[in-house]
């Protein structure tokens, strides 16, 4: 069983910035951040793999960086230029290797509002 631990979600203006944190406690194939807004499905954020290959939804590219530090099985999300429609729950996903099924975090409120 991995265990995901998430930080870094909240409030900020428009046009702030947030930086999120998972820490899994094994090394990964890949992770990543999805999120959900009320009354929409979840949809992939960001993902990266241990090897650094990134892979952004269209609608935070140019804005939000992942990245990753292997050593302590943990990846980021630089959350810049954020904008009310990025409010919602952001959860960290794990993927052991490229067959095994996924591990979700417990998911962390990010809200921009001003």
């Known amino acids: 069983q991995v265990q995901l631990v998430e930080s870094g979600g909240g409030l900020v203006q428009p046009g702030g910035s947030l930086r999120l944190s998972c820490a899994a406690s094994?090394?990964?194939?890949?992770m990543g951040w999805y999120r959900q807004a009320p009354g929409k499905q979840r949809a992939l954020v960001a993902q990266?793999?241990?090897?650094?290959?990134?892979n952004y939804a269209l609608s935070v590219k140019d804005r939000f960086t992942i990245s990753r530090d292997n050593a302590k099985n943990t990846v980021y999300l630089q959350m810049n230029s954020l904008k009310p429609e990025d409010t919602a729950v952001y959860y960290c996903?794990?993927?052991?290797?490229?067959?095994?099924?996924?591990?979700w975090g417990q998911g962390t409120q990010v809200t921009v509002s001003s």
């Open positions: 996903n794990y993927k052991r290797n490229p067959f095994a099924g996924d591990y």
């Open positions: 094994g090394s990964f194939y890949a």
């Open positions: 990266i793999t241990s090897g650094g290959t990134t």
